[in-house]
């Protein structure tokens, strides 16, 4: 740490080996986070409503750290593409995605069994796997319908 460690005990007596871990872990944070000027710790133990063994609460700063590094797990948009060939009969057809590459897709693999309602140049949402064969498609949804439409 760049400044030292202030460390509080409120409700529990003083304890070496809690300050033995209270400067661990701020050494660690101190690598985590090096914009970190101070730390003050308070240790204490939380009202008792229920009859519990002793629960303490820790503060953790390292998901608040992420949050402002930009850390935070962004996800990744669904992928669309439209239908480009369908076989009824045989249960399975394949999508076009904006790459123009061809995803087969099995009957099971569309949402709410809306297999039977889809249309050549339909679009769809779907997740993209590697199947035994390449690329396939697991839960094809229709864009922009409702269950049962």
Do not use: W
Request: hydrophobic share 35%; charged share 30%.
């Amino acid at each position: 740490m760049k400044l030292p460690v202030q460390i509080s005990f409120h409700s529990i007596p003083r304890s070496p080996e809690i300050e033995d871990a209270i400067f661990e872990h701020a050494e660690r944070l101190d690598e985590f986070a090096e914009r970190i000027m101070s730390c003050r710790v308070v240790v204490d133990v939380p009202h008792r409503h229920h009859q519990q063994d002793n629960l303490y609460q820790v503060r953790q700063l390292e998901d608040y750290v992420r949050m402002q590094r930009v850390d935070v797990k962004k996800h990744e948009p669904t992928p669309h593409a439209r239908v480009a060939r369908i076989f009824p009969q045989q249960d399975y057809g394949f999508l076009r995605t904006p790459d123009e590459r061809e995803v087969y897709f099995h009957r099971n693999s569309v949402i709410d069994a809306d297999f039977d309602h889809l249309n050549l140049g339909d679009e769809v949402t779907f997740v993209e796997e590697q199947g035994d064969k390449g690329p396939q498609a697991s839960t094809v949804k229709p864009v922009g319908r409702h269950a049962g439409i």
